[in-house]
């Protein structure tokens, strides 16, 4: 059926079509992948790494285009052209973010690639939370909303806590055993309520992590901001966690459940500043409490256990910025960039490296833009903006991350 000239999800397609998702986080994804899989979706995760959806982003996207967006694009088409897929039986599924950006806009980039391509009958599943675009077959339910939550807290905390042992393991592979047994019992939950027994499964995670052996080493830290899709995904930062590790680093990074809090605060400020959508509003302040609530939960078992560091929750996060930026400030990552940088800081990570890609000026203003405000209040602060893009060369991205390493080393010895 034919919706504003575009093909809708319909109910009977939940029965027939597989929906194919772009990857961002591994852990996290495969978690929502069986969320999704629970609410009687047919899913598949995308996990193709290899050049050439590189090289069906520059075909099938404009050259100005974001990086994130061109390699989105370029590996759905990839893998629509792969011959795996029935294309009369296939779905696929893009965020709207509803802001400025032009992440809400991204989504007709796709279908055009689509057409170009022959695959117009492709249906393509808008996820957002500002009514942009609806389908008869994907809806979001209460049920299916806190089971997100819950699958974004839980991958926020394998990350984390992953992040700790890795670096320090003395069996290569221990760490990443037990982020492979948790997050398969973590999604094997989302098909019954045991996921909502969080303090027994937070418990047991803190517990197996611990038991690795590792080494009582001291490794230089390193926080990665930037971006969303290059923050997170392999794919767009080219393994940036697995590199800081062969380079004898310890990764920092933020969960992904402060970004969907950034995103609700944005729809609260829309009001404050700018007198727009006061259901929103009222709809976001209740979701923002319940995502920073479950979050403390979280973070609260982590500090009773004791053995790993514990991460800053939302509202300690978001007013970091305040003498910075201004809140009205939110195209792209805005403010939370901004925030990011500075609680790493203020929590004794000084090297941070900041993931920009291609085509991306809201990012390069509250990150570029606010390095040298950050640089002349924090003189020990070693912080790094690396670019990446179709063209860019890894060993040049490299390199630069090398140089700052050995700064950053130079540091920790003095
Ligand atoms: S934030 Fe940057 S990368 Fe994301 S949509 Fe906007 S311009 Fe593109």
Same mark, same amino acid.
């Given at each position: 059926?034919?919706?504003?000239?575009?093909?809708?999800?319909?109910?009977?397609?939940?029965?027939?079509?597989?929906?194919?998702?772009?990857?961002?986080?591994?852990?996290?994804?495969?978690?929502?992948?069986?969320?999704?899989?629970?609410?009687?979706?047919?899913?598949?995760?995308?996990?193709?790494?290899?050049?050439?959806? *590189?090289?069906?982003?520059?075909?099938?996207?404009?050259?100005?285009?974001?990086?994130?967006?061109?390699?989105?694009?370029?590996?759905?088409?990839?893998?629509?052209?792969?011959?795996?897929?029935?294309?009369?039986?296939?779905?696929?599924?893009?965020?709207?973010?509803?802001?400025?950006?032009?992440?809400?806009?991204?989504?007709?980039?796709?279908?055009?690639?689509?057409?170009?391509?022959?695959?117009?009958?492709?249906?393509?599943?808008?996820?957002?939370?500002?009514?942009?675009?609806?389908?008869?077959?994907?809806?979001?339910?209460?049920?299916?909303?806190?089971?997100?939550?819950?699958?974004?807290?839980?991958?926020?905390?394998?990350?984390?806590?992953?992040?700790?042992?890795?670096?320090?393991?003395?069996?290569?592979?221990?760490?990443?055993?037990?982020?492979?047994?948790?997050?398969?019992?973590?999604?094997?939950?989302?098909?019954?309520?045991?996921?909502?027994?969080?303090?027994?499964?937070?418990?047991?995670?803190?517990?197996?992590?611990?038991?690795?052996?590792?080494?009582?080493?001291?490794?230089?830290?390193?926080?990665?901001?930037?971006?969303?899709?290059?923050?997170?995904?392999?794919?767009?930062?080219?393994?940036?966690?697995?590199?800081?590790?062969?380079?004898?680093?310890?990764?920092?990074?933020?969960?992904?459940?402060?970004?969907?809090?950034?995103?609700?605060?944005?729809?609260?400020?829309?009001?404050?500043?700018?007198?727009?959508?006061?259901?929103?509003?009222?709809?976001?302040?209740?979701?923002?409490?319940?995502? *920073?609530?479950?979050?403390?939960?979280?973070?609260?078992?982590?500090?009773?256990?004791?053995?790993?560091?514990?991460?800053?929750?939302?509202?300690?996060?978001?007013?970091?910025?305040?003498?910075?930026?201004?809140?009205? *400030?939110?195209?792209?990552?805005?403010?939370?960039?901004?925030?990011?940088?500075?609680?790493?800081?203020?929590?004794?990570?000084?090297?941070?490296?900041?993931?920009?890609?291609?085509?991306?000026?809201?990012?390069?203003?509250?990150?570029?833009?606010?390095?040298?405000?950050?640089?002349?209040?924090?003189?020990?602060?070693?912080?790094?903006?690396?670019?990446?893009?179709?063209?860019?060369?890894?060993?040049?991205?490299?390199?630069?991350?090398?140089?700052?390493?050995?700064?950053?080393?130079?540091?920790?010895?003095?």
């Amino acid at each position: 059926m034919q919706q504003d000239n575009r093909v809708e999800f319909t109910q009977e397609m939940k029965k027939t079509h597989t929906i194919l998702i772009p990857n961002m986080l591994n852990m996290h994804f495969e978690i929502i992948e069986q969320l999704l899989i629970s609410e009687g979706y047919k899913v598949e995760l995308l996990k193709t790494t290899h050049h050439n959806i *590189v090289n069906e982003g520059v075909k099938n996207v404009h050259n100005d285009t974001c990086y994130p967006a061109l390699l989105v694009v370029g590996q759905m088409i990839d893998a629509l052209k792969s011959g795996k897929y029935d294309l009369n039986k296939v779905a696929l599924i893009m965020t709207q973010t509803g802001g400025g950006c032009r992440a809400s806009n991204y989504i007709h980039l796709l279908r055009k690639a689509l057409k170009n391509n022959g695959m117009e009958q492709v249906p393509v599943i808008s996820v957002n939370f500002y009514g942009l675009e609806t389908n008869s077959g994907f809806k979001f339910t209460y049920r299916f909303l806190i089971k997100a939550v819950y699958a974004i807290i839980y991958g926020d905390m394998l990350m984390w806590i992953s992040n700790q042992c890795k670096p320090y393991e003395l069996n290569a592979g221990d760490t990443e055993a037990v982020d492979k047994k948790w997050t398969k019992r973590i999604a094997d939950q989302m098909h019954s309520p045991s996921f909502l027994r969080v303090k027994r499964n937070y418990k047991a995670i803190l517990e197996d992590y611990e038991a690795i052996p590792k080494s009582n080493e001291e490794k230089v830290r390193v926080g990665i901001v930037g971006e969303i899709y290059m923050k997170y995904s392999p794919l767009g930062n080219n393994e940036l966690e697995k590199f800081l590790i062969r380079e004898g680093a310890e990764p920092v990074l933020s969960g992904l459940l402060d970004f969907i809090a950034y995103c609700c605060e944005n729809m609260v400020l829309d009001y404050d500043l700018y007198n727009i959508n006061k259901v929103n509003r009222n709809l976001a302040r209740i979701a923002l409490r319940y995502l *920073v609530h479950s979050q403390n939960k979280m973070i609260k078992a982590i500090k009773k256990h004791g053995k790993f560091k514990v991460m800053s929750n939302f509202n300690e996060v978001k007013v970091m910025a305040k003498d910075y930026i201004s809140k009205g *400030v939110k195209m792209g990552e805005g403010w939370l960039l901004t925030s990011e940088m500075l609680e790493l800081i203020h929590s004794g990570v000084n090297n941070v490296i900041c993931t920009q890609p291609f085509g991306c000026l809201p990012n390069h203003i509250v990150a570029k833009g606010m390095m040298r405000k950050i640089k002349d209040n924090y003189p020990e602060s070693n912080v790094v903006a690396i670019d990446y893009d179709p063209g860019a060369s890894t060993i040049n991205q490299e390199n630069r991350i090398k140089l700052m390493l050995s700064n950053a080393k130079m540091n920790m010895e003095k």
